[in-house]
C-alpha cells in the first residue's frame, strides 16, 4: 500500500516527545508499504525549528525509508492560546498544499489528531483525490481544550471547532481511537456508528524502553545517590498540572525522596521558578531529552509517574509514558482517574492510584513505594508482562495495517505496489 499520515507532530531524530507514529511508519515500512508523513517543522513542546527548514514552504525529508514532507509552521507555540493557533493554521495551509499538490498517489491516508485541524488535509484528500481517510482521535478534542480552559465554552471559536470534529468523523472511513472510553463518547453523541470505530492504542517500542539497572550512568552523572526516584516524563503544559507536583514536593521534605520532571512545554520555566521559590531541593527539572535516552532515565528511576488535571475529560485517556513505565519494569504511580486508573491498577496490576491534583495523597503513594521494594518490583514484573502480550507496537502496527488493507479493499480498490 502507498499510505499518507498527516501528524503535525511527528518527530525528527533525537527530539523527545510522543513517538507513536514514528515507530508505526518504521514498521509499516519494513512491511514493504511506501510511507509519506506530512509534517510540521517546529517541535510541539520546545518550540524549536532545525536551522535547515527556516524560510522554507514544505522540505522533503528521508527517515528510516519514510519520505517525510516538512510544512512551514509558526514558532508561536509558547505565545498563548493565539500563538498556539496561528502555528496550527500555518501547518493546516502547508499541509493541505503537501496533500493535494506534493503526493502522487495513495490508497489510504491517515489524519492523526490533535491538533484537530489535521482532519482537514485528510477531508480534502478523500473529497478531491478519492484516498480512503481513517481519522485518529489521540485526545478528545476539542472537549479536552475546554475542559482545561484552553478554549472557552460557548466562544465563535470552539463551536466552530466542534462542527469540524464532526465533519472529521462524518467523512472518516474509518475512525482510530486510542482508548475505549473514546469510541463511548463518540457514540453517544451521535457523532459515528460504532462499526464504523477501530481500537489500536498507544504502546511501547519493546526495543527501546526495556529493563535495565537502577544504577546507571543517568543515575551517577545526576547525582540521584541512593535516593528513591519519582519520575515524570512528559509534556509541561496546562492540562499536565503539575504543579500538584510542586505541592508533594513540598509535603515530602524531609524524606529520601526526589522527584525529577523530564520533558519541556508552555510551563517548564513557570513551574522551576516556583520551586526555586519555595526552596524545594527534592524536585527538579531536567528539560528535553531525546528518545533514545529515556530508557536510561526510566531505570535510573524509583517508579514512572503520570499526572494530569482533574477534569471529567481525562477520564478517557492514558498516556504513552505508561507502556513506557511499565515496559521498563518500573512500577507506575498515576494520578488519572478512569480508564488510566483502571489499565495500572486493575488490569496490568502494575502500580497505585492517587486522586489528581490531591498532593498529598500523591506524596502517601510515592511513600508507600518507597517503604516497600517488594511491591515494587510486583508491579514492575506485572507490567511489564502486560505490556509485551497486548501493547507491542510491532504488534499494533500489524493491527493498523490491517484496517488500512481492509479499507482499500472494501472500498473495491487494490492496494498500489510502490
Not at 499520515?5 to 509499516?28: D, I, K
Request: charged residues 25%; proline residues 5%.
Amino acid at each position: 500500500m502507498r499510505i499518507t499520515v498527516v501528524h503535525q507532530y511527528f518527530l525528527r531524530p533525537g527530539e523527545s516527545g510522543g513517538s507513536r507514529f514514528n515507530e508505526l511508519t518504521r514498521f509499516w515500512r519494513l512491511a514493504g508499504h511506501e510511507v509519506t508523513v506530512v509534517a510540521g517543522q517546529v517541535h510541539y513542546a520546545t518550540g524549536e525549528r532545525a536551522p535547515e527548514y527556516r524560510g522554507r514552504w514544505i522540505v522533503e525529508d528521508r527517515l528510516d525509508g519514510v519520505r517525510i514532507l516538512r510544512c512551514y509552521t509558526p514558532g508561536t507555540y509558547h505565545r498563548g492560546t493565539i500563538g498556539r493557533m496561528w502555528a496550527f493554521f500555518g501547518y493546516l495551509l502547508g499541509s493541505c498544499w503537501a496533500v493535494l499538490f506534493r503526493i502522487r498517489k495513495a490508497d489510504v491516508v491517515v489524519a492523526t489528531s490533535p491538533p484537530l485541524v489535521t482532519a482537514i488535509p485528510g477531508i480534502l484528500a478523500k473529497r478531491f483525490r478519492g484516498w480512503p481517510l481513517v481519522f485518529e482521535v489521540r485526545d478528545l478534542w476539542p472537549e479536552s481544550a475546554v475542559a482545561t480552559g484552553v478554549l472557552r465554552e460557548g466562544s465563535a471559536f470552539t463551536r466552530g471547532m466542534y462542527r469540524l470534529e464532526a465533519a472529521a468523523y462524518r467523512n472518516a472511513d474509518r475512525i482510530n481511537v486510542l482508548t475505549p472510553a473514546f469510541r463511548e463518547n463518540i457514540v453517544a453523541r451521535g457523532l459515528a456508528p460504532e462499526d464504523r470505530i477501530a481500537f489500536v492504542p498507544n504502546g511501547a517500542d519493546l526495543d527501546l524502553f526495556a529493563p535495565g539497572p537502577r544504577d546507571n550512568e543517568v543515575r551517577r552523572r545526576n547525582g540521584w545517590g541512593n535516593s528513591f526516584v519519582a519520575l515524570y516524563a512528559g509534556a509541561h503544559g496546562k492540562a499536565n498540572c503539575l504543579r500538584q507536583l510542586i505541592d508533594a514536593a513540598d509535603l515530602l521534605r524531609e524524606e529520601d525522596v526526589l522527584l525529577v520532571s523530564v520533558g519541556d512545554g508552555p510551563e517548564r520555566i513557570e513551574l522551576k521558578e516556583e520551586a526555586k521559590r519555595r526552596g524545594l531541593s527534592n524536585l527538579c527539572f531536567l528539560g528535553a531529552v531525546p528518545k533514545e535516552e529515556m530508557p536510561a532515565y526510566i531505570q535510573a528511576a524509583d517508579v514512572g509517574m503520570a499526572v494530569l488535571k482533574k477534569v471529567e475529560t481525562f477520564k478517557t485517556v492514558y498516556p504513552n509514558k505508561v507502556f513506557d513505565y511499565m515496559a521498563c519494569e518500573r512500577p507506575v504511580l498515576v494520578a488519572i482517574d478512569g480508564v488510566a486508573r483502571r489499565l495500572v491498577k486493575e488490569e496490568a496490576h502494575a502500580g497505585l492510584f492517587a486522586e489528581p491534583e490531591n498532593a498529598k495523597e500523591i506524596a502517601e503513594r510515592i511513600l508507600q513505594l518507597k517503604a516497600d521494594p517488594g511491591l515494587c518490583r510486583e508491579f514492575g514484573l506485572s507490567g511489564r508482562k502486560y505490556v509485551v502480550d497486548n501493547f507491542s507496537r510491532e504488534v499494533l502496527a500489524a493491527r493498523y495495517e490491517k484496517i488500512m488493507a481492509d479499507l482499500v479493499y472494501s472500498a473495491g480498490n487494490s492496494p498500489a505496489t510502490p
